[in-house]
């Protein structure tokens, strides 16, 4: 079984609706993000969290929020879904234990989004 | 400019060359480096970190040269496996927050053919 999984893997909505994605992770990590990939461009932080209690904005938070139900999961909402919000998304996760700067990240397999 | 740039090919190489990929990154406080690999359509995964005095892990070669800011990878006997993107990775510490940061470049596709 995968260790970190995101439901659901493809959706297509329309524009002004509420969606959530969301992300399980079984690794046992405390540190969970939201990133979203777009064709020539790297992969860009939306939100981060360090602990249930711990959430904190990435560097392209509008128009999405996020909640961390417990260490294992970590929902992004969008609101209300507008045409540029369609990416790929990525869930990741990482061990704070690793606190150091060779700390990496485990990635989900990725929610195909496409806002109509 | 881009914190992280790779050129994004796509590098088009037949089984058994070698290939080379270049990336660059703007941040001093860059501490450290890592190649993952991304296939289409999947999520990335580690390569391998990259290291000073550079690492070699059986094809895959890593180099680094922090005063240049400048990382790269060496693939040695390209297989029809190694086809994927491979994106150079960057971690920063952040002053502010205290915390790593991960920053990615947008991928050098390879493609390796018969």
């Known amino acids: 079984d995968a260790d970190v999984t995101q439901t659901p893997r493809n959706r297509i909505t329309k524009t002004g609706k509420r969606i959530m994605l969301e992300c399980s992770q079984t690794?046992?990590?405390?540190?969970m993000y939201w990133y979203r990939q777009d064709p020539g461009l790297g992969l860009r932080l939306i939100y981060y969290?360090?602990?249930?209690?711990?959430?904190n904005k990435g560097e392209i938070s509008d128009g999405y929020s996020v909640s961390r139900q417990a260490q294992a999961k970590f929902s992004l909402s969008l609101e209300s879904a507008i045409p540029n919000q369609t990416a790929l998304y990525f869930c990741?996760?990482?061990?704070?234990?690793?606190?150091?700067?060779?700390?990496?990240?485990?990635f989900g397999p990725g929610t195909r989004l496409l806002v109509l | 400019r881009k914190e992280v740039e790779q050129d994004p090919g796509p590098f088009n190489v037949p089984e058994g060359a070698t290939v080379a990929f270049n990336c660059t990154y703007s941040n001093s406080a860059s501490q450290s480096f890592f190649w993952y690999r991304q296939d289409c359509r999947k999520e990335p995964k580690l390569l391998m970190s990259v290291y000073s005095s550079g690492n070699e892990d059986g094809r895959f070669t890593a180099q680094l040269n922090r005063a240049s800011q400048y990382i790269s990878l060496l693939i040695r006997d390209s297989k029809l496996s190694d086809s994927a993107t491979y994106l150079c990775v960057v971690n920063v510490l952040m002053f502010s927050g205290g915390y790593n940061k991960l920053i990615f470049g947008a991928g050098t596709r390879l493609a390796v053919h018969p």
């Open positions: 690794k046992g990590h405390d540190r």
């Open positions: 969290s360090f602990d249930v209690k711990d959430i």
């Open positions: 990741a996760t990482s061990d704070s234990e690793r606190m150091d700067s060779q700390e990496t990240q485990y």
